[in-house]
């Protein structure tokens, strides 16, 4: 095998067609077992059952199905072929989830059900009922002291139910039905599926269990097994008392049985992934330059992007730390060889290099001119009705995201730090942590993150909420966003809010419809935690000061000024996208002229909007209804000496933005939904770095609201409220202007694109220390808690028995 062909399991569970004379049958408990051991024998397991032909997995556990589904989506855990859980009361197959009949309906036909096995136990009011997900059994705390006088009655009640008691760790106890119990159920599964008693390898760490081993399979007790299970199991010829815990016991008894042979290329043939030297890895779906295709070669160059996030990241390779920065490009045989790294810039970045992951022209086009932006942005940005779901396209996606993180895991050195930026890069994180256990994986969403009701309506959330906690950490813009994150992650699966923290007052609570007064920083989903933190990307002072003293950038600032003269200009700036708002922006502006005529001839509206891509279809309408209402608003108000609306769908040079900066009165940015808007805080750099006292009219659902305090807020859904907003930016007080533009001027200096970074990878970095932390005291506590007394191994086997 090699790690080209690594695949993970985000679509469908394994493949058992090919599975018709099973070598070996592997029934694992999850807890302590299964999902324990160390992080390269869980690779190493992991990736031997999911290669395997010859391998059958079955997941038999205490857990309720509910609570073992979120599981499944783990995209690192190989899907197992058979379920058994609550102790052996349930069984469905592992692809479809549908009860395994006739098996299930003999258990179902033994249970009285759960409300009468209920009502009749609440005659224990010294036992706690467990609210956990569970089905065919009723689940109890119970202390150990009050137990044992209550024993024989409780028996008694269950044998009047006709039902079977089952007891662990003298805490816990279940009623279930009768001649129910993990072995049991494994047994008349294995009869039905005709599978051979002696390819089974039962694995456990507890005395729930026991009744596998007695059951006549040969067995396990992985390492740091409960004591209770060693001794009951300890005159079990067909059972091995591992030394390593978790996978790393269940290989050794692979090993030990003989259940494969030794030469099995799949045991021998699984090398570890490439290392790399880089220390950190910026992880990005677009190289740092652009590629032109001229006189038969690629040539580089520096990027265009009026407000692209690149040029700030390259600064942080600055400093001589070796990196490297995964991208896609192109791989088009008529271009000649491709060429899988390029250094970026020798001179600024000389420890830098570009690894190139090559795309066909299709993959390009679907992974991220089609689906991207038809699937996932709409859905992202609230709009989930425009959301188009492909399964194909779903399947290139992953394809695209298993290719970066290949190229990810063979750039980073021991331990690095990988940075992966936005929605496009979802699943890059579980391929990632299945290749490379080592890393530190964060995860950056420039993106808006929507709620939960919105978010769910996407086929594979599952999957992609179980890539983005594979992360160490995952930052966000603002607050909201986060706890948008934290309530998906809620409805998906188990979860605990481990730390919280107030947002005030680096952000606004209540001032706007992003606020938020309290956010999650740490979450716990099963033995793994999760960083999280609101970072809102600054913007970059120094390319925006060097631009201002570019004497051709001053010409044009003067120029712009000259033929503005005694009018206002408002000056709009955005992609061409539905997101956006640029249609009510624009009849706002048209009922500002019809309410009041005296601004007629006194402001101009310049508006650029940046055309996307050919291939991306989904906005030429958009676009025909812009120059529609354009042409519309123009006809109506214009003068021979005045345009009201002065439109441009073209890109422009960077250079020329600061310079329309400088000269614009009023910056009116108006998206229905936006994950942070980098160009008003470019206007208020320019503004503050000329000494300008522009206003600045925002919505209120742009991410960049909840930071920006001295901004006109607006509800761009209000028609009204958008209009009185931009007439209030036209009419307000100079003092006042100068006021909010220097408290502006005062957060964008200081949290720079320089702090955002910094402040970020800090977080990633405090994090993975205080995540090292919490497992050290969690390891303690639970060899604490497999300290504790227990019953007789011996009375437990006789019950089992």
């Not at 206002?568 to 002229?593: H, Q």
């Amino acid at each position: 095998m090699t790690v080209s062909n690594i695949t993970t399991h985000t679509s469908s569970p394994r493949s058992t067609d090919t599975l018709i004379e099973p070598r070996l049958i592997l029934a694992t408990d999850l807890d302590g077992t299964f999902l324990a051991g160390s992080s390269e024998d869980r690779y190493r397991l992991y990736r031997l059952v999911d290669q395997h032909p010859e391998i059958r997995l079955i997941w038999i556990t205490g857990r309720g199905l509910e609570a073992v589904m979120p599981l499944l989506t783990d995209p690192s855990l190989p899907r197992p072929d058979y379920l058994v859980c609550d102790v052996g009361a349930t069984v469905v197959d592992g692809k479809t989830l549908q009860p395994l009949q006739p098996l299930q309906s003999t258990i179902d036909a033994r249970w009285p059900g759960d409300q009468t096995v209920a009502a009749v136990m609440r005659r224990f009011p010294e036992l706690q009922r467990q609210d956990v997900p569970q089905e065919r059994r009723c689940s109890y705390f119970c202390d150990p002291q009050t137990l044992e006088p209550l024993r024989s009655e409780i028996e008694q009640t269950a044998q009047e139910l006709g039902c079977a008691v089952l007891y662990s760790a003298d805490r816990y106890l279940d009623i279930l039905p009768p001649k129910t119990d993990k072995g049991r159920t494994l047994t008349a599964l294995a009869r039905m599926l005709g599978l051979p008693r002696e390819r089974v390898l039962v694995a456990g760490d507890t005395l729930n269990d026991l009744s596998m081993y007695v059951a006549g399979f040969r067995g396990v007790c992985v390492g740091e097994s409960e004591p209770a299970l060693t001794d009951a199991t300890g005159s079990l010829s067909d059972v091995l008392h591992a030394e390593a815990p978790g996978c790393g016991g269940i290989l050794q008894a692979i090993g030990h049985f003989k259940l494969l042979a030794e030469d099995d290329p799949h045991l021998t043939g699984m090398p570890e992934p490439r290392k790399g030297g880089a220390e950190l890895v910026m992880v990005y779906h677009r190289l740092p330059y652009e590629e032109v295709f001229e006189d038969g070669e690629v040539k580089r160059r520096q990027p265009r992007s009026p407000n692209g996030i690149i040029p700030s990241l390259l600064g942080f390779f600055q400093g001589g730390q070796k990196g490297s920065w995964v991208a896609w490009s192109i791989d088009d045989p008529r271009r000649g060889p491709f060429v899988t790294h390029t250094e970026v810039d020798a001179r600024r970045y000389p420890t830098l290099t570009a690894a190139r992951v090559p795309l066909s022209k299709s993959e390009v086009d679907i992974f991220y001119k089609r689906f991207s932006k038809e699937a996932f942005w709409p859905m992202l940005h609230a709009f989930w009705e425009r959301a188009r779901f492909r399964e194909d396209d779903w399947k290139v996606y992953l394809k695209v995201n298993r290719k970066f993180a290949e190229a990810t895991a063979a750039e980073a050195a021991h331990g690095a730090t990988i940075w992966i930026h936005d929605y496009n890069l979802w699943m890059v994180p579980a391929y990632l942590r299945e290749l490379r256990p080592d890393l530190k994986i964060a995860f950056f969403h420039h993106t808006y993150f929507p709620s939960a009701d919105v978010f769910n309506v996407v086929p594979w959330r599952r999957e992609i909420i179980g890539s983005l906690l594979c992360c160490d950490y995952v930052g966000f813009h603002i607050p909201r966003q986060v706890e948008n994150f934290v309530d998906v992650v809620r409805g998906a699966m188990p979860v605990e809010a481990v730390s919280k923290e107030n947002c005030a007052p680096r952000f606004l609570t209540y001032g706007c419809a992003v606020g938020l007064d309290t956010m999650t920083t740490c979450l716990k989903v099963g033995d793994r935690k999760v960083g999280l933190g609101a970072h809102p990307v600054g913007t970059d002072l120094r390319r925006i000061r060097e631009t201002l003293a570019n004497p051709e950038v001053r010409n044009n600032i003067f120029k712009l000024r000259r033929e503005i003269g005694a009018r206002k200009l408002v000056l709009s700036i955005e992609r061409l996208d539905y997101t956006k708002g640029t249609l009510a922006k624009l009849e706002a502006f048209e009922r500002l002229l019809e309410a009041q005529p005296q601004q007629q001839g006194k402001v101009t509206l310049l508006m650029v909007c940046v055309p996307a891509a050919r291939e991306m279809t989904v906005y030429r309408q958009l676009q025909t209804q812009i120059e529609q209402a354009v042409g519309r608003i123009n006809g109506r108000f214009s003068r021979l000496d005045w345009t009201p609306v002065r439109f441009f769908a073209q890109a422009l040079p960077f250079e020329d933005v600061v310079a329309h900066y400088a000269a614009a009165q009023v910056m009116w940015i108006t998206p229905l939904r936006d994950g942070l808007n980098l160009v008003a805080k470019e206007f208020i750099a320019t503004q503050g770095l000329e000494g300008g006292n522009g206003a600045l009219v925002l919505s209120e659902f742009a991410g960049a609201a909840a930071e920006l305090k001295g901004a006109v807020l607006t509800n761009p859904h209000d028609q009204a409220d958008l209009t009185a907003a931009l007439d209030q930016a036209l009419s307000m007080p100079e003092e006042e202007a100068t006021g909010r533009m220097r408290q502006l001027y005062g957060i964008v200096e200081y949290h720079d694109i320089d702090r955002w970074g910094q402040e970020f990878l800090a977080a990633v970095a405090g994090s993975d220390q205080m995540l090292h932390q919490n497992d050290s005291t969690s390891a303690a506590v639970s060899k604490a808690q497999t300290a504790m007394p227990t019953r007789s191994g011996t009375a437990i086997l006789q019950e089992a028995s």
